[in-house]
């Protein structure tokens, strides 16, 4: 399933039935209180709390959700949902799973290797790759073994990462995820929209992202959903020690398969 260039006939046929109920909500927008407004500078500076104070996190250990989405030849739109465990150790040490439909993988950073191993094939694969957790990641995609849009938000530059090509930035208000109440912020790139919901309080986490592609008709769109999140957690002296389960098969770094949240031969245009 590999997606082409889908026109916007898509938008036409999915939304259609649903323009009457936009404009009504669009005139129910423009009557809100100006006291509602938000100045851009808001949002930038809440980019730039909830950046300062992951950086300044030693450890973290999260639980998270994501969802994916691609459109096929067909022009038809379809999602990829994980679940997922992240432990990281800066400045160099990590230890990652995530299980979907197509994969349950797990991948370990010491600072020295890098370990993938495919539970659902019994097999992995090790690689030389000193450095931080962010050379780790840039690494990894350079590969084109990972996309993973999400770990963006760990790493040791998020403000600067994520703020780089930002041309507008809002700061649309409050909202509730999973119970918690955050400040609801929204950017645009030149190609893509996205937007965090960060917890209101002593510790801004990001609780919720959503990055929208504008330049793939139908704009698929990635989500991830923070569940659980603690920092300054106790870690073992083997958390990130690789073990290869009894009778996996070590093979070539490409003869791993499926390790990211699509499946191979499907391509997604949600990325940031």
């Given amino acids: 399933m590999k997606q082409n260039g889908p026109t916007k006939s898509c938008y036409r046929t999915f939304f259609g039935p649903m ?7 669009a005139a129910a927008v423009s009557f809100l209180p100006s006291a509602q407004a938000q100045t851009p500078d808001d949002a930038v500076q809440i980019l730039k709390s909830m950046s300062d104070y992951i950086a300044s996190q030693k450890t973290i250990s999260l639980t998270y959700d994501s969802d994916v989405e691609v459109i096929t030849p067909e022009v038809e739109k379809i999602q990829f949902a994980s679940s997922g465990t992240v432990l990281l150790s800066r400045p160099d040490k990590v230890r990652a799973s995530r ?4 994969a349950d993988i797990e991948i370990v950073f010491d600072g020295k290797t890098v370990s993938g191993l495919g ?9 030389e790759a000193t450095g ?3 050379q780790l990641l840039a690494k990894l995609r350079g590969m084109n073994l990972l996309t993973a849009p999400g770990a963006d938000l760990l790493g040791s530059h998020v403000f600067d990462d994520l703020i780089a090509d930002v041309i507008v930035a809002k700061h649309i208000g409050r909202g509730v995820i999973d119970g918690v109440e955050c ?3 929204a950017f645009r790139d030149l190609d893509i929209d996205w937007q965090l919901w960060v917890e209101i309080g002593a510790r801004p986490i990001p609780r919720k992202y959503v990055i929208t592609s504008k ?6 769109q990635y989500t991830l959903r923070i569940k659980e999140w603690k920092t300054d957690v106790p870690i073992s ?14 093979v070539a ?20």
């Fill in 19 to 25: 323009l009457g109920v936009g404009v009504l909500l």
């Fill in 99 to 102: 299980t979907g439909g197509y």
């Fill in 119 to 127: 539970k659902n094939i019994n097999a992995y694969t090790q690689f």
């Fill in 132 to 134: 931080s957790i962010d």
């Fill in 183 to 185: 400040e609801h912020l």
């Fill in 215 to 220: 330049g793939v008709g139908a704009a698929p």
């Fill in 237 to 250: 002296a083997d958390a990130f020690t690789f073990t290869p389960p009894q009778g996996a098969k070590k």
């Fill in 253 to 272: 770094t490409d003869e791993l398969g499926n390790i990211d949240e699509v499946p191979q031969g499907v391509v997604t245009g949600a990325k940031k």
